[in-house]
């Protein structure tokens, strides 16, 4: 069981908008404005595209945002693309020092 | 070119020990926390643990099923971060990545990853 709860897969289609959700504890998503969200592709590492909630790395599509109420986080994606299909993984940073990921989130663009 | 490159992955038997290391070129090294972070074949990522730089007191610390057995080491002069893996157990089985956290994009982010290294326990 993961220390983060995400759904465990979400679809949508071409052009549409979806949401991932990513809820954890008082012990990390809540206390703390360190969530980051990773897209893996098969077979690939995974690429950083949201940190400390709602920040996008240089060169990630403004397509993608992020944002944080209470002990949940969430990640949108809108005008879904084919390439967007992918895993999509939330983490925090924790109490002791730890970081906890999400169980990961298989997003399918119809 | 910023790049991280895993190695010393393989089979070992349970109980085994193994080293992992993770060569870094195209950053300063020695200003980086770096992490480990792993993932069992079809699962989701899980991070086994970090160590800061120097200059933060060089200090780890690891995820609870690895405490005890994973020791993480840096050594700034070769660019080079390892991870000592000890009293292996099957359910370590995964690939690893090393990771930079917090690198340009804010505190606890993981922004650049190596390809990671394959470790299988197995008898």
């Known amino acids: 069981q993961s220390a983060l709860t995400q759904p465990a897969s979400v679809s949508g289609s071409p052009g549409q908008s979806i949401t991932i959700s990513c809820t954890g504890t008082?012990?990390?998503?809540?206390?703390?404005?360190?969530v980051s969200w990773y897209q893996q592709h098969p077979g690939k590492a995974p690429k950083l595209m949201i940190y400390?909630?709602?920040n996008r790395p240089s060169g990630v599509s403004n397509r993608f945002s992020g944002s944080k109420s209470g002990n949940t986080a969430s990640l949108t994606i809108s005008g879904l693309q084919a390439e967007d299909e992918a895993d999509y993984y939330c983490?925090?940073?924790?109490?002791?020092?730890?970081?906890?990921f999400g169980g990961g989130t298989k997003l399918t663009v119809l | 070119e910023v790049q991280l490159v895993e190695s010393g992955g393989g089979l070992v038997e349970p109980g085994g020990s193994l080293r992992l290391s993770c060569a870094a070129s195209?950053?300063?090294?020695?200003?980086?926390?770096m992490s480990w972070v792993r993932q069992a074949p079809g699962k989701g990522l899980e991070w086994v643990g970090r160590?800061?730089?120097?200059?933060?007191?060089?200090?780890?610390d690891y995820a609870a099923p690895v405490t005890g057995r994973f020791t993480i080491s840096k050594d700034d002069s070769r660019n080079t971060l390892y991870l000592q893996m000890n009293s292996l157990k099957i359910e370590d089985t995964a690939v690893y990545f090393c990771?930079?956290?917090?690198?340009?994009?804010?505190?606890?982010?993981?922004?650049?990853w190596g390809q990671g290294t394959m470790v299988t326990v197995s008898s």
């Open positions: 195209g950053f300063t090294f020695t200003n980086v926390w």
């Open positions: 400390a909630v709602s």
């Open positions: 160590i800061r730089r120097k200059s933060d007191g060089g200090t780890t």
């Open positions: 990771v930079t956290e917090g690198y340009g994009y804010g505190h606890h982010s993981f922004h650049i």
């Open positions: 983490n925090s940073y924790a109490s002791s020092s730890r970081v906890v």
């Open positions: 008082s012990s990390d998503v809540g206390t703390y404005n360190y």
